[in-house]
């Protein structure tokens, strides 16, 4: 690489495809209507060798970083001669059977030309509230088959030498619960493409093709031999993660999503052989999805400092046998995956790579993380908005979930999704413009990170009532409310776990008559009405005006023995409600007087020293 | 730290046995799965706040240092499960 190419020119090079990139995902956000979106910031843009090889991808969410390109690798198979692929045109898919990781990941991918030469393509993703799948939301909790979770598109040429083609975009429409805004999330992905491959034409105009072609090879080349140069620093051996989940979609089901890791010179292994056969219902992953999942926590944990290539992926295997949860068999249902089984894989294989950095010298000490929040349940909905039109969508509170401890640091408070660390959550007041909501509380949940030294981040905690509809069906994915989903590590305690309560035909009027609504867990068993405290999943039921949804997330892992928490950072917890002050008796042995908030030194010493008899007794 | 670290609290010693970094209890030989040789305690999650609840689903196999009784891991896992064995370093 070093004779051939201009090395300045190559680095200013690898900067200007990322900010390209970055553009389209920007023109995107300013194009879409959809909160997960525009707020969320779930979007991906990546430019592709014309063989479909992944060149470098700009992402709000790393779980799609494989996802054009497998999408690119079909469209190339199957429409190369026919219909042919031209100038101008652009395909649209959505089959977590090819690439993604559920229907609601909607792709269009662009050919780029130049010289009437097919030179590279670009593609944009991101994820799309409606499918029309059997449920609203496009994650339902009651689908067996992937047949019942809506549109899976196999390439429709949407854009056809850059015309939009006016019978697909009203098929795509009609076919789900919300048109208006499956109509702007498309637009914005042809209009990222559109940026995207207009940019690396005028790069092709200033740098020359054959630069141009030569450098895009070298990313790669340069992604996979700084990935092996990496693994050859870290030492050899095996670590092993069991994370278990709760529930099949259907209903409770306990699984296992388990990851053996073997790192051998510059290689290295994810086997998930040991995982659970694949569940009845949509908490599955298909292979594609899997992959994806693995490279989420490989780009924010392995190789962070490398750039985000298929060469990144040449050192790794993956092992997944098909017919388990991480590889389910066609044509089972997998809409749940990202949040649940996903989750699952991301925090297995983190654990594991955590646990060998911590053997690989004070080099990689700051790089150890316990797992980020793998528990995660989001409502999903449809019907009739405040304003009389059909739609459909999800709250994505639980993007405010908590990042995993270090060994230097508590995790982060209401952080993120590991495998969408740029994710925000909505305002309130642009989710309740925007859906029949109204929000009466929001915040940290006190207690919902792991205990340890040093604490995982604390996640979200919403209560919302729906307003402004009579014609609410409201349902939820999600796993943990039985399972610790999200592990500690080296004697952190696993999160918290996540919980929803519906309470239907509430007598919220009474209470706000008397200027009162209730603000947290235990105030809203006090209401008068069907009191409903849910699975982890569960499927749509019928809501309307003043039924309430209180919704609380699992946090980040713990680091270490709590016993080491400094007494201090304790009562700090306490007085900003990160930790009980039950917690800070029984998990951290601190005495804290609860009026004067004072810490009571000789007891906490006392309290320590019983906790550490307790653990060596025989009782 | 003198040994090969493989934990937060655990180094394997010159002489090849895992050993506690804060005590220098010795507790099993490099190679074996330290759960085996820890103390241990089961403990219900329900009496930690805002954990799971349902103890026929799982328990929280808690492993300490027989030395110093730090908390070394804790493994969330179903009744009955034998300890996983999460380390296994080449040296």
Same mark, same amino acid.
């Given at each position: 690489?070093?004779?051939?190419?201009?090395?300045?020119?190559?680095?200013?090079?690898?900067?200007?495809?990322?900010?390209?990139?970055?553009?389209?995902?920007?023109?995107?956000?300013?194009?879409?209507?959809?909160?997960?979106?525009?707020?969320?910031?779930?979007?991906?843009?990546?430019?592709?060798?014309?063989?479909?090889?992944?060149?470098?991808?700009?992402?709000?969410?790393?779980?799609?970083?494989?996802?054009?390109?497998?999408?690119?690798?079909?469209?190339?198979?199957?429409?190369?001669?026919?219909?042919?692929?031209?100038?101008?045109?652009?395909?649209?898919?959505?089959?977590?059977?090819?690439?993604?990781?559920?229907?609601?990941?909607?792709?269009?991918?662009?050919?780029?030309?130049?010289?009437?030469?097919?030179?590279?393509?670009?593609?944009?993703?991101?994820?799309?509230?409606?499918?029309?799948?059997?449920?609203?939301?496009?994650?339902?909790?009651?689908?067996?088959?992937?047949? =019942?979770?809506?549109?899976?598109?196999?390439?429709?040429?949407?854009?056809?030498?850059?015309?939009?083609?006016?019978?697909?975009?009203?098929?795509?429409?009609?076919?789900?619960?919300?048109?208006?805004?499956?109509?702007?999330?498309?637009?914005?992905?042809?209009?990222?493409?559109?940026?995207?491959?207009?940019?690396?034409?005028?790069?092709?105009?200033?740098?020359?093709?054959?630069?141009?072609?030569?450098?895009?090879?070298?990313?790669?080349?340069?992604?996979?031999?700084?990935?092996?140069?990496?693994?050859?620093?870290?030492?050899?051996?095996?670590?092993?993660?069991?994370?278990?989940?709760?529930?099949?979609?259907?209903?409770?089901?306990?699984?296992?999503?388990?990851?053996?890791?073997?790192?051998?010179?510059?290689?290295?292994?994810?086997?998930?052989?040991?995982?659970?056969?694949?569940?009845?219902?949509?908490?599955?992953?298909?292979?594609?999805?899997?992959?994806?999942?693995?490279?989420?926590?490989?780009?924010?944990?392995?190789?962070?400092?490398?750039?985000?290539?298929?060469?990144?992926?040449?050192?790794?295997?993956?092992?997944?046998?098909?017919?388990?949860?991480?590889?389910?068999?066609?044509?089972?249902?997998?809409?749940?995956?990202?949040?649940?089984?996903?989750?699952?894989?991301?925090?297995?294989?983190?654990?594991?790579?955590?646990?060998?950095?911590?053997?690989?010298?004070?080099?990689? #000490?700051?790089?150890?993380?316990?797992?980020?929040?793998?528990?995660? =349940?989001?409502?999903?909905?449809?019907?009739?908005? =405040?304003?009389?039109?059909?739609?459909?969508?999800?709250?994505?509170?639980?993007?405010?979930?908590?990042?995993?401890?270090?060994?230097?640091?508590?995790?982060?408070?209401?952080?993120?999704?590991?495998?969408?660390?740029?994710?925000?959550?909505?305002?309130?007041?642009?989710?309740?413009?925007?859906?029949?909501?109204?929000?009466?509380? $929001?915040?940290?949940?006190?207690?919902?990170?792991?205990?340890?030294?040093?604490?995982?981040?604390?996640?979200?905690?919403?209560?919302?009532?729906?307003?402004?509809?009579?014609?609410?069906?409201?349902?939820?994915?999600?796993?943990?409310?039985?399972?610790?989903?999200?592990?500690?590590?080296?004697?952190?305690?696993?999160?918290?776990?996540?919980?929803?309560?519906?309470?239907?035909?509430?007598?919220?009027?009474?209470?706000?008559?008397?200027?009162?609504?209730?603000?947290?867990?235990?105030?809203?068993?006090?209401?008068?009405?069907?009191?409903?405290?849910?699975?982890?999943?569960?499927?749509?039921?019928?809501?309307?005006?003043?039924?309430?949804?209180?919704?609380?997330?699992?946090?980040?892992?713990? #680091?270490?023995?709590?016993?080491? $928490?400094?007494?201090?950072?304790?009562?700090?917890?306490?007085?900003?409600?990160?930790?009980?002050?039950?917690?800070?008796?029984?998990?951290?042995?601190?005495?804290?007087?609860?009026?004067?908030?004072?810490?009571? #030194?000789?007891?906490?010493?006392?309290?320590?020293?019983?906790?550490?008899?307790?653990?060596?007794?025989?009782? | 730290?003198?040994?090969?670290?493989?934990?937060?609290?655990?180094?394997?010693?010159?002489?090849?046995?895992?050993?506690?970094?804060?005590?220098?209890?010795?507790?099993?030989?490099?190679?074996?799965?330290?759960?085996?040789?820890?103390?241990?305690?089961?403990?219900?999650?329900?009496?930690?706040?805002?954990?799971?609840?349902?103890?026929?689903?799982?328990?929280?196999?808690?492993?300490?240092?027989?030395?110093?009784?730090?908390?070394?891991?804790?493994?969330?896992?179903?009744?009955?499960?034998?300890?996983?064995?999460?380390?296994?370093?080449?040296?």
């Amino acid at each position: 690489m070093e004779k051939e190419l201009d090395l300045v020119k190559y680095e200013i090079f690898k900067h200007r495809i990322y900010n390209i990139l970055e553009e389209g995902r920007i023109a995107i956000r300013q194009v879409s209507g959809s909160p997960v979106v525009v707020e969320g910031g779930e979007t991906l843009c990546s430019l592709h060798m014309a063989n479909g090889d992944p060149i470098m991808t700009a992402a709000g969410i790393l779980l799609h970083l494989t996802g054009c390109m497998d999408f690119i690798y079909r469209a190339s198979e199957w429409y190369k001669d026919d219909p042919g692929i031209n100038d101008g045109d652009q395909f649209f898919f959505s089959d977590p059977y090819i690439g993604g990781q559920h229907t609601a990941d909607m792709v269009i991918i662009k050919p780029i030309f130049h010289g009437g030469k097919h030179i590279a393509w670009v593609g944009s993703c991101m994820h799309t509230p409606e499918t029309g799948a059997i449920e609203p939301g496009g994650s339902p909790a009651t689908a067996t088959e992937i047949y =019942q979770e809506g549109i899976r598109a196999q390439g429709f040429k949407i854009m056809d030498r850059d015309r939009l083609r006016p019978e697909i975009f009203r098929f795509i429409m009609a076919a789900t619960r919300d048109p208006s805004l499956l109509a702007l999330d498309t637009k914005a992905k042809i209009a990222a493409n559109n940026v995207c491959s207009k940019r690396f034409s005028s790069l092709i105009n200033k740098f020359g093709f054959d630069f141009v072609e030569r450098a895009c090879g070298a990313v790669i080349e340069e992604s996979e031999s700084l990935a092996r140069e990496k693994l050859r620093r870290l030492p050899d051996g095996s670590w092993a993660s069991c994370l278990r989940g709760d529930c099949s979609g259907m209903k409770e089901r306990v699984f296992k999503v388990a990851c053996e890791m073997t790192k051998k010179g510059d290689e290295i292994i994810f086997d998930y052989s040991g995982s659970s056969s694949q569940n009845e219902g949509s908490i599955n992953s298909a292979l594609p999805g899997t992959r994806g999942s693995l490279f989420a926590v490989l780009c924010s944990h392995l190789f962070w400092d490398i750039p985000w290539s298929i060469g990144m992926m040449r050192p790794v295997k993956l092992i997944a046998p098909e017919g388990s949860v991480v590889n389910c068999k066609f044509p089972a249902a997998c809409s749940q995956a990202p949040p649940t089984v996903g989750n699952l894989i991301i925090g297995a294989a983190l654990e594991c790579i955590s646990k060998m950095y911590i053997a690989a010298g004070e080099g990689f #000490y700051q790089d150890i993380n316990a797992a980020w929040a793998c528990g995660a =349940q989001h409502p999903y909905f449809g019907g009739i908005n =405040q304003y009389g039109i059909p739609f459909g969508g999800a709250v994505l509170d639980d993007f405010a979930s908590g990042c995993g401890a270090t060994p230097l640091r508590d995790g982060v408070d209401s952080g993120a999704l590991l495998f969408s660390p740029q994710s925000n959550i909505s305002d309130v007041e642009t989710l309740e413009q925007n859906i029949p909501f109204m929000y009466l509380a $929001r915040r940290n949940a006190t207690d919902s990170g792991g205990f340890g030294k040093f604490r995982g981040g604390n996640s979200y905690e919403a209560i919302y009532m729906v307003y402004g509809t009579e014609h609410l069906r409201l349902g939820g994915l999600g796993i943990g409310k039985k399972t610790s989903v999200t592990p500690g590590i080296f004697g952190g305690y696993p999160a918290a776990r996540i919980e929803t309560r519906v309470v239907l035909n509430s007598d919220l009027p009474q209470w706000f008559a008397k200027s009162k609504w209730p603000l947290t867990w235990e105030e809203t068993g006090m209401l008068k009405g069907e009191i409903i405290d849910v699975n982890s999943a569960f499927p749509a039921m019928p809501t309307r005006t003043y039924d309430i949804v209180i919704n609380r997330g699992s946090g980040g892992g713990g #680091y270490g023995d709590p016993l080491d $928490r400094g007494p201090e950072l304790v009562l700090k917890d306490v007085k900003s409600f990160a930790t009980s002050l039950e917690a800070a008796r029984i998990v951290y042995g601190v005495a804290i007087d609860e009026r004067s908030q004072l810490i009571d #030194y000789e007891k906490t010493e006392e309290l320590r020293r019983k906790i550490r008899a307790k653990r060596l007794s025989k009782d | 730290m003198a040994g090969q670290r493989i934990h937060e609290y655990l180094k394997i010693n010159s002489g090849g046995m895992v050993e506690c970094a804060k005590c220098g209890r010795e507790i099993c030989r490099a190679g074996e799965n330290y759960k085996e040789h820890a103390a241990m305690r089961e403990v219900d999650p329900s009496e930690v706040p805002l954990r799971t609840r349902d103890r026929s689903i799982e328990i929280y196999y808690e492993y300490y240092c027989p030395g110093c009784a730090t908390l070394l891991e804790v493994d969330a896992a179903g009744p009955g499960e034998r300890p996983l064995k999460d380390i296994a370093i080449n040296i």
